[in-house]
């Protein structure tokens, strides 16, 4: 929502009608982002191997054997 049209809510709606058409906004924005952005990882990578947890696995070095 450009500066524009959220002065012009505010100006004619009051603070309260600006936040929350802005909220809309932002809440609009972050639905088509969380339905319709793709995955960027390969399918066959588990979430364990991309943040780097398997470190965390007990009895296990970083390179996955065991000490």
Known sequence: MSNLIGGFVVDRFGFATGFV???????????????????????????????????????KSVTGAAE
Request: aromatic fraction near 8%; hydrophobic fraction near 55%.
């Open 21 to 59: 058409a802005l909220s809309m906004a932002a809440t609009a924005a972050f639905v088509v982002f969380a339905l319709f952005m793709p995955q960027i990882r390969p399918s066959g990578e588990s979430d364990d191997a991309r943040i780097g947890l398997r470190a965390l696995h007990v009895g």
